[in-house]
Structure formats: structure tokens, C-alpha cells
């Protein structure tokens, strides 16, 4: 017999809090304590798919032993597959002066891997009286919270806070089995398409590069306009370039291929009907046939004092003066990679709201290059 592994599952809330059940209000302990019985009562195929882990087994902080039941806590955050928060806008308890465990339970979570964090906000829960430290606590733990803004439903009742949970576990395991999907599709280098672009030169592989990423961009409902293509970021349509670099970053042959694109925003900008639509941008998405650390990002960009971000689709750069952007998307070896490097890219644009910032700098950036355009008009 096989050995199925559960996908582990670990309920980050509140335990005091108290919601409507019916006519009465429950504790959240006795809601955790009912999810933890409905998920393990799920299977698949026949067998058990998840292990629940909620704080109620362990030691907590009733007994006396803070550090361990705070380590404990962090610890299955780290060992759970998924982090379902139950969010009320309380951080919880501390063993110290600093942050509240739900608090802390939350970051880390996020910090390891947005996507595999659920939220579920609980509406309408009453709470104990706090003191000025606990108030403190929740209110640095509700600025985080609304900083990140994780997608996330509402419940304001038991049964509902267990539906909604349900719901965000069934989403998030189609979504980890996708991403796993499109990670065992990648396969080796020495097969397929990825041997078919190691057989070109150059000039064809940076051909193809951009196609596959032009073709990525169009299937998140971009429009190709003068050798670019309009792309909808943060509510904004962006003009975005794509580029490929079709040889290791060392390789400067390959680099220069690439250069610095942003000295020709102006010309793209300027073109036709892109110009009377006064799109945002240009914004520079580079595939890279290789990886790519924050140090080769930044000499591309030709100066260190920029914005630069590693991610698990490669390095993201802007430039706070000049509204530059660069986003090099690593280890685009064949389409499939490409694809799921932009699929990467457009999932940490949205978990991490940075895309209404990409879209804020590309609008400003569109603002220099239209000045640059008036000034080699006079």
C-alpha cells in the first residue's frame, strides 16, 4: 500500500473571541475545534487529505509556558503545507514585549510563501477586555494586515466561518496542484522545446524568447500595440516591452543584446495609436534564458541607487527618480518555463499589491518620456 501524505494544515486565530452560533455566541475554540473535524473528515480518492493542526493541542499560554507554546506556534508554521488565519484583528498573546502570536503567525507564513496563506476575516466577534500592551499589539498586527491586504472572504458566524474556510482550502489546493503542474511540466533541458532553443543562435532564441512572452502576456487579456503590448496592471493599461537575453548573463554578447532599453523610451512611446491611447510605461519585462542575482540586475540598470527586489521569478528593479522598470524573469528555458515565470510574476504583483505601485511608477515614467518627446520637438 502506498503512503499517502496528508497535506498538512495549520489554523492560525484566536481562541477567546466569541462569534454567533444560532441564538448563542461560541468561543473561537470551540469553531477551530469543528473545522478541525470537517477537514479531517474530507478525502480524496478515498483517503484522508487533510491533517489539522490547530494551537488548542498544544501547550499554550493558559499554563504558564509561554516560549514554548510561542515556539510551538512558529514551528507548524513552518511544517504546515497551508496557513489558514482566522482573522479578527486581534494579534493575541505575547511571552515578551513585541508581537502577538497570531501576529507573528501571520508574517512568518507570509513572508515563507503567500500562496500557500488563506484568510478568512471574521466579522462581527466580540472580544475580552484588553489592557493598553494588548490594544498596542492589535493595532500593529491591523496595520500589517491592511498594509499586505491578502484576498480574503467574510464570515460573521460559525457555520459560515467553516464554509469560507472550506472554500479557501479547496481554492488553494487547486491552486498548489497548478503550480505543481506547471513546475513537474518544466522537466529537463536536454528534451523538447528546451532543445529546440538550445540549437539556435542568438538572434533566434531573443525571437523566441519574446514571442513566448508576448504570448504569455496576452493570455492575461494583453493587447499587442506598436511593438509592445498594452497590459492592464493595477487598473492601468502599461505599455510593456518584451525582451530576451538569450544567453547567460556572463555572456555579454547576450547582454548586450538587451542593453539598457529604457534610453529608447521615447521612440516606443511615441508611436501612433500608442501614443493618442497615453498608456503608462514603458515598462521593460525581460526573459532570462539563465538566472539572475540583484548584483547583474542592477549593472543592467547602470546605477545601484534603484529599488531591487528578489523574487521567485527573478529580480524586479525601478528606478525612484526616473520611473525606470525592469522585471527579469530567470530560467525561461522553453515556453512552459516562460510562461510560469510570468505566472509567478503576476501572482506576486497581486498577493503583494506591489501592482498598484508598478502601475503609480509607470504612469509617472510616462509623464518623463511625453516631456522628453515635447523638448526634442522644440
Known amino acids: 500500500m502506498a503512503d499517502f501524505r496528508k497535506v498538512r494544515v495549520m489554523i492560525s ?58 515556539e510551538k506556534s512558529l514551528e507548524e508554521v513552518r511544517k504546515a503545507d497551508l496557513v489558514l488565519v482566522l ?26 510563501g503567500p500562496a500557500r496563506v488563506k484568510v478568512v476575516r471574521i466579522l462581527d466577534a466580540q472580544f475580552a477586555p484588553k489592557d493598553a ?9 491591523q496595520a500589517c494586515f491592511s498594509a499586505l491586504n491578502p484576498t480574503s ?10 464554509d469560507r474556510s472550506r472554500e479557501a482550502l479547496r481554492e488553494a489546493v487547486a491552486g498548489l496542484v497548478k503550480l505543481g503542474g506547471r513546475e513537474a511540466r518544466k ?19 531573443k525571437a523566441a524568447m519574446e514571442d513566448a512572452l508576448g504570448r504569455g502576456l496576452a493570455e492575461f487579456a494583453a493587447v499587442e500595440s506598436a511593438g509592445g503590448w498594452l497590459w492592464t496592471v493595477g487598473g492601468s493599461p502599461v505599455l510593456t516591452l518584451c525582451h530576451g537575453l538569450p544567453g547567460g548573463f556572463g555572456v555579454a554578447a547576450a547582454r548586450e543584446m538587451v542593453g539598457q532599453p529604457f534610453l529608447r523610451d521615447h521612440l516606443h512611446l511615441g508611436k501612433g495609436s500608442v501614443r493618442r491611447g497615453k498608456p503608462a510605461g514603458p515598462l521593460h519585462l525581460v526573459a532570462c534564458l539563465k538566472t539572475i542575482t540583484e548584483t547583474q540586475a542592477m549593472r543592467q540598470l547602470g546605477f545601484p541607487d534603484a529599488t531591487i527586489v528578489a523574487a521567485p521569478f527573478g529580480v524586479y528593479v525601478s528606478d525612484p527618480v526616473q520611473k525606470v522598470q525592469m522585471i527579469f524573469l530567470a530560467n525561461c528555458r522553453d515556453p512552459t518555463t516562460t510562461r510560469n515565470a510570468l505566472t509567478r510574476l503576476v501572482e506576486w504583483l497581486g498577493t503583494t499589491g506591489e501592482a498598484a505601485n508598478l502601475a503609480r511608477r509607470a504612469l509617472a515614467r510616462a509623464r518623463i518620456v511625453r516631456t522628453i518627446q515635447e523638448l526634442d520637438g522644440d
Open 187 to 205: 522537466g529537463r533541458f536536454a528534451y523538447g522545446a528546451s532543445l529546440d532553443w538550445s540549437r539556435m543562435d542568438f538572434a533566434h532564441r
Open 133 to 141: 500592551a494588548e490594544s498596542a499589539r492589535d493595532a500593529t498586527f
Open 87 to 112: 482573522y479578527t484583528g486581534e494579534a493575541g498573546w505575547a511571552p515578551a514585549q513585541g508581537l502577538g502570536v497570531c501576529h507573528a503567525e501571520f508574517e512568518q507564513a507570509w513572508n515563507e
Open 153 to 162: 472572504s467574510a464570515a460573521s458566524s460559525a457555520d459560515e466561518i467553516v
Open 13 to 70: 486565530s484566536r481562541c477567546s473571541s466569541r462569534v454567533r452560533d444560532g441564538d448563542v455566541r461560541v468561543p473561537m475554540t470551540a469553531v477551530r475545534q469543528r473545522l478541525q473535524r470537517k477537514l479531517a473528515a474530507e478525502s480524496l480518492c478515498g483517503e484522508p487529505l487533510f491533517e489539522v493542526w490547530i494551537s488548542d493541542n498544544a501547550p499554550d499560554q493558559s499554563q504558564g509556558d509561554l516560549e514554548t507554546a510561542w
